[in-house]
């Protein structure tokens, strides 16, 4: 079975362009989730959705973030402007359904590695 | 705020020994606990996951103990081998989400 599928897998940019994450989920898997993992701050929860509804985007960091999962197996992560800050290797995970988000694991993707110059 | 600490220098165990790596969280109890793996380049991999009424989970060369009194959890790798070099990351779940610790990289020596 394919895994969580995410694209690309690097990404150079230059400060103040616009990036778009791509992000394919488990077929069947309900929960998707975003991380953004830095050296300083370890893996952070951006944002997550449940039957493609945002549930909680607390994580976030500011407006010039968003994402959005117009169906089932697909979601994407913008960042517009860039900004060389946000640098990081970004992540999708997903998971099933049964049960609370905390009581089954996450699958991941390899992540993207983005840099903003 | 919810706290989770992790050895934050690497582990350097002899091929063949037991590998113990810690995890510690404050200011609140966790239902579960998942343990991850990370490879260089590569996402975390689920390993294992411990319920609070649990006091300890095996999985093959792993092991794991969660110790509600003390906030702590324990992950052991018996028999350790090179292959089991990586960065092991935890992750007791917090009110809403999984809260991570910044993960501790062990390093298996032949």
């Known amino acids: 079975d394919a895994g969580v599928i995410q694209s690309p897998r690097h990404e150079v940019t230059e400060m103040g362009q616009e990036v778009t994450l791509r992000c394919k989920p488990i077929?069947?898997?309900?929960?998707l989730f975003w991380y953004r993992q830095t050296m300083m701050r370890g893996l952070e929860l951006l944002i997550y959705?449940?039957?493609?509804?945002?549930?909680?985007d607390s994580g976030m960091p500011e407006d010039r973030f968003s994402a959005k999962m117009p169906n089932a197996s697909f979601s994407t992560l913008k960042i517009q402007p860039s900004e060389p800050r946000d640098s990081a290797v970004y992540f999708c995970?997903?998971?099933?359904?049964?049960?609370?988000?905390?009581?089954?694991?996450?699958?991941f993707g390899d992540g993207t590695r983005l840099s903003i110059l | 705020s919810q706290k989770i600490e992790q050895n934050s220098e690497a582990l350097n165990i002899q091929e063949g020994k037991t590998a113990t790596l810690t995890c510690n969280y404050t200011?609140?109890?966790?239902?579960?606990l998942q343990w991850y793996r990370q490879d260089p380049g590569r996402g975390p991999v689920f390993l294992l996951l411990?319920?609070?009424n649990e006091k300890e989970k095996r999985k093959e060369r792993l092991k794991v103990t969660f110790d509600t009194t003390l906030k702590q959890s324990l992950f052991h790798i018996t028999a350790s081998q090179p292959a089991d070099s990586a960065t092991y990351l935890c992750?007791?779940?917090?009110?809403?989400?999984?809260?991570w610790g910044a993960g501790t990289k062990l390093i298996i020596k032949p």
């Open positions: 995970a997903s998971s099933t359904r049964t049960g609370r988000v905390g009581n089954q694991p996450q699958h």
């Open positions: 077929s069947g898997h309900d929960y």
């Open positions: 959705f449940n039957n493609n509804v945002p549930i909680d």
């Open positions: 200011n609140y109890s966790p239902a579960y």
């Open positions: 411990i319920r609070e």
């Open positions: 992750a007791p779940f917090g009110r809403y989400q999984l809260i």
